[in-house]
């Protein structure tokens, strides 16, 4: 129906259309729609293809490609408005982002199109041309004629003469609020306009620089800030243009009301800055839960684990697990949230390590055996032996992956088994000799539970999304770990499905793409690492603990006195460094967030002043000389022990000078491998022997 009123429209004969592209797909989809409506048209691979068109023929348009070798169409299009000033050219482009709506114009071009456009687009462009060009041709002619497609237009359009406006079309009128042509008629343009333009000059003299760009280059386009009859300004871009009615020369103003266009940019503007602002909002309350949350979880969990390993009745021992489980649920759940945020935020990296994936699943089966045997159900590990025996990867977050499909199985699962199969195949790498070889594994985690809807199946990936999310639900969750156990494999480079039945079962499939590690070499590195670490781990350390929670410093005391390690304490950053005058010390554990100083500034001064720096601190000042003189030259080891636990706390920490980075609650065997691994001990022997 739109091509048959089209073509009715412009049935009338139309001159010759010359389409210039060196996209072939192009060139045939322009000419056959328009080929379907009568136009006859003419085809060119370049500008130099299309000169010599020009010159055997006669066109009214050229549809001209920009970017195009021999001769680009901005090339063209300077030679058609300089030698066929009567063409009019309509420039299309596949780089839109590199061309403005005025730039193309103002080279000569009546109209721009970017690629990919929808035809109706191209038709209805076309259609305008045609249109203003036999208007042109019909003022000459016939006034009626010109009248009729004068005020068919949608585009206000106002005439203009030296005594002011002469005539204007009704979408004028419309646009400037007005009810008849006279009433408008008896403005100046002056009028139309407040006393100054948008960049504070005066509209008058800026009006009257228009005027003679339109006379001196046949057009002008520009924006312009103009008045309503009410009063109310609006933005517009106006199109100035030269023409002659009656061998004089007059100016025609086609102007385009850019409001809908500006208050779509602004309300853009508006909700980009409300999301930032949310989304700020969001990870500031996500950031302070955690801190706040960890600092108890921590002590809870710690100071169970204490009492847990002293002597206890049965019931004593069962009452205090159960608690240390539930603080454990607790504090996973704490981990989901802030996993989710750090994906939202595209913020979670992987730490890439060698590890052994057999001793990993014997790890797993271990904590998972306890739970399973409570519910009755069995639980079995089949690996591969075709699984290489060291992999490079995320192990701590393939644990989680793994962790989370079992402990679903299970949960889902009033009885039978939970299986777990995992095989390796190995990947080619093309055109690479150096690259290292890889594998995809692929595990397979089967139950015999009470299975998944069909129409459920993809939805449990998505966040906070569950089988049954009623509030009779028999088990329970937040419904994160799928997404985030997605998300995970996604990172790795792998894929994660499910097969199940209602009744039956369901298998959850996931792959991942890992490199393969030489075996030697890994032994080497754990011997070395083992050697070192039992050394290390013999030596007796003096340790000072900076931490604002008393309940948390005497944690840390504990743990660390029962290891054999002597123990300082300091409430915030100044006292630490008060502390380093006093005495020596093999590291310090610091808390991030204290009152009077906090653990990032206390640490950059630390090492401001082993490099014989000032920082000029007024909490400082009278310490500031002696600090200088004590730690000039030497590098005092610092662990970050932080319920800060966001995505970027780790990199804040590190940034800021300290060697390592530990989450509240921490596990005391965690806090003893940061002292191996930082090879605390080493450092202390490396000292006393000098």
């Not at 609020?177 to 008896?186: A, I, N, R």
Request: aromatic letters at 6%; hydrophobic letters at 40%.
């Amino acid at each position: 129906m739109i091509l048959t009123k089209l073509e009715k429209e412009l049935s009338k004969p139309a001159g010759k259309i010359l389409i210039v592209d060196d996209d072939i797909e192009t060139q045939n989809i322009i000419l056959k729609i328009l080929s379907s409506l009568t136009y006859e048209c003419v085809v060119a691979n370049n500008g130099r293809q299309a000169l010599k068109h020009l010159e055997k023929d006669n066109f009214e348009i050229v549809i001209s490609d920009i970017k195009m070798p021999v001769m680009d169409g901005m090339e063209l299009l300077k030679h058609i408005h300089n030698h066929y000033p009567d063409i009019a050219v309509i420039m299309i482009t596949g780089h839109a982002e590199k061309y403005s709506y005025s730039e193309i114009l103002d080279a000569g071009a009546c109209d721009f199109l970017a690629k990919p456009f929808p035809w109706r687009e191209l038709i209805a462009k076309l259609e305008r041309v045609f249109r203003e060009r036999r208007l042109i041709g019909k003022l000459k002619k016939t006034s009626q004629m010109f009248q009729t497609l004068f005020e068919s237009t949608s585009e206000a359009i106002i005439l203009l003469e030296k005594r002011g406006f002469f005539d204007c079309n009704q979408a004028a009128l419309e646009m400037f609020g007005y009810q008849s042509k006279e009433e408008f008629l008896d403005l100046q343009p002056i009028d139309i306009s407040p006393p100054l333009q948008s960049n504070g000059e005066n509209s008058l003299s800026l009006a009257s620089k228009r005027v003679r760009e339109a006379i001196n280059n046949g057009r002008t386009r520009f924006e312009w800030i103009l008045k309503r009859q009410d009063g109310n300004l609006f933005p517009a871009h106006v199109t100035l243009t030269t023409i002659t009615i009656d061998c004089e020369i007059k100016l025609e103003a086609v102007v385009h009301d850019l409001t809908p266009q500006k208050e779509l940019a602004k309300t853009l503007a508006q909700g980009k800055f409300e999301a930032e602002r949310a989304n700020h909002l969001k990870s500031a309350f996500l950031a302070n839960m955690s801190h706040e949350i960890r600092t108890p979880m921590n002590i809870i969990i710690g100071m169970n684990r204490l009492v847990l390993e002293g002597a206890l009745t049965s019931e004593q021992r069962r009452y205090l697990e159960t608690g240390q489980s539930a603080a454990r649920d607790l504090l996973e759940i704490l981990n989901d949230i802030l996993d989710i945020s750090k994906i939202e935020a595209d913020q979670l990296n992987l730490t890439l390590h060698p590890f052994k994936i057999v001793d990993l699943l014997d790890e797993i089966k271990k904590r998972l055996d306890l739970m399973a045997q409570e519910k009755g159900i069995e639980l079995i590990f089949t690996p591969h032996p075709n699984i290489p025996p060291v992999l490079l990867g995320d192990e701590l977050r393939i644990r989680q992956i793994i962790i989370n499909l079992i402990g679903n199985a299970i949960k889902f699962t009033n009885q039978g088994q939970v299986n777990l199969w995992i095989e390796a195949k190995e990947l080619v790498v093309e055109n690479d000799k150096n690259e290292q070889k890889k594998c995809q594994i692929h595990c397979r985690i089967a139950d015999t539970g009470i299975g998944i809807p069909t129409d459920k199946q993809e939805s449990i990936f998505n966040s906070f999304n569950q089988v049954d999310s009623s509030t009779t639900r028999c088990r329970s969750g937040t419904g994160l770990g799928l997404t985030i156990c997605r998300q995970l494999i996604d990172l790795m480079g792998g894929h994660i499905w499910v097969n199940s039945r209602v009744g039956r079962g369901s298998t959850f499939h996931f792959t991942l793409n890992l490199a393969i590690i030489s075996e030697e070499n890994f032994c080497k590195n754990v011997e070395a690492e083992t050697s070192d670490g039992l050394s290390n781990a013999k030596t007796k350390l003096k340790i000072l603990v900076i931490e604002d929670a008393p309940a948390n410093r005497m944690l840390v005391r504990a743990v660390l006195q029962r290891k054999g390690h002597q123990v300082e304490e300091a409430e915030n950053g100044v006292e630490g460094l008060k502390k380093l005058l006093e005495q020596d010390f093999d590291v310090i554990l610091m808390d991030v967030q204290m009152p009077k100083m906090d653990g990032l500034t206390a640490t950059r001064a630390i090492r401001a002043y082993e490099q014989g720096l000032e920082i000029k601190s007024p909490l400082l000042i009278s310490l500031e000389s002696e600090l200088k003189t004590r730690l000039l030259g030497g590098h005092l080891p610092i662990i970050a022990m932080t319920a800060h636990a966001m995505s970027g706390d780790r990199d804040r920490c590190l940034e800021a000078g300290m060697d390592d980075y530990l989450t509240k609650p921490f596990q005391p065997e965690n806090l003893m491998e940061a002292l191996v691994r930082n090879n605390i001990g080493k450092k202390r022997r490396s000292r006393t022997a000098s």
